[in-house]
């Protein structure tokens, strides 16, 4: 299991311990499309083994599907969030409609599992979801059943007979019918105020949770329409180029989301004071401004 440090998606259990999130990578690499690109950690790892025979990223950060990686998640049997594509955009323009459908297929056989989609290609979400409602319906499925067909065929499940083989793919017999999959979440990124509508688009869609991560916070994003909206993720940029980000940006965008009832989780906050103390990355809250940095979770909406 790829186990993550990033801080929301970590579940706190009833009895106060966490358990950390997870990340899951049916694809790999990507390409820059906005600024918040510019510094991307996930191209930066990639490139470091290209051309490394047998490594994972032998082929740096170019964009390619990775089957074999599907099932993963069918054998995680702990509750935990999951990232999808950490390393990726799942809705990146090369990325075939039917592998995306195998993805949700895979989500859907895994009820126990929180997986959390995030992506930078919103305006690509409507045009999935409406090409799902209606791929299948001559054969008479569902969303769920189609992308379950699609995770079926494209997951390495079957024998050469066309049979089920004992084993992960088996899984998938039990997937959930609902639509949306009441255990996704969908989010778009916004870093300035140039990508706001990337919210209208994810509003377009069905989604147990919608999210939006304003991370990096590259500018101040004034005014923003969050109806329809459950889940805000705030943050500065990381890393040795990290461009800075004023708090007050922050502290709007914290206080627009709680006064329209958005659940509001506050990642980092870069600060000279958290430098000098050794956290660059700005996420231990001890080093935070004074004031209401909440970080909360959403509460999903079953369908």
């Known amino acids: 299991m790829s186990r993550t440090t990033i801080e929301w998606t970590a579940t706190v259990n009833p009895d106060g311990t966490i358990t950390p999130g997870a990340t899951w990578n049916p694809t790999r690499g990507c390409d820059k499309i906005s600024p918040g690109c510019k510094h991307c950690y996930a191209e930066t790892f990639a490139e470091r083994w290209r051309g490394v025979p047998g490594h994972p990223y032998e ?16 054998g995680w049997r702990k509750p935990r969030k999951i990232f999808v594509n950490s390393m990726s955009d799942l809705f990146h323009e090369e990325v075939p409609d039917e592998y995306i459908a195998a993805v949700f297929g895979v989500m859907a056989a895994c009820p126990q599992h929180v997986f959390q989609v995030l992506t930078k290609r919103a305006e690509r979400l409507p045009r999935w979801f409406e090409w799902i409602r209606y791929q299948y319906g001559e054969a008479r499925m569902t969303p769920a059943e189609g992308c379950r067909w699609e995770a079926l065929e494209r997951a390495g499940f079957r024998a050469p007979d066309g049979s089920m083989p004992a084993g992960p793919g088996r899984d998938l017999q039990g997937y959930d019918t609902r639509w949306p999959l009441p255990n ?64 007050t940006w922050a502290r709007s965008l914290v206080d627009q989301c709680l006064s329209a009832g958005v659940r509001v989780f506050t990642k980092q906050i870069a600060t000279p004071a958290g430098r000098a103390a050794g956290n660059r990355k700005g996420g231990d809250p001890t080093h935070w401004p004074a004031g209401d940095w909440p970080r909360q979770f959403p509460e999903p909406t079953t369908p």
Not at 59 to 74: C, I, M, N, T, W
Not at 210 to 231: C, K
């Open 59 to 74: 082929q740096g950060f170019d964009l390619r599907l990775v089957p074999e990686a599907l099932s993963k998640p069918l």
């Open 184 to 247: 996704v979440w969908l989010g778009v990124s916004v870093e300035s105020p140039d990508y706001l509508w990337r919210i209208d688009e994810l509003r377009k869609v069905p989604a147990a949770v919608r999210f939006v991560s304003f991370e990096p916070l590259l500018e101040d994003i004034g005014s923003v329409d969050v109806r329809g909206i459950d889940w805000a993720i705030i943050g500065s940029e990381s890393g040795q180029k990290a461009r800075p980000m004023d708090t």
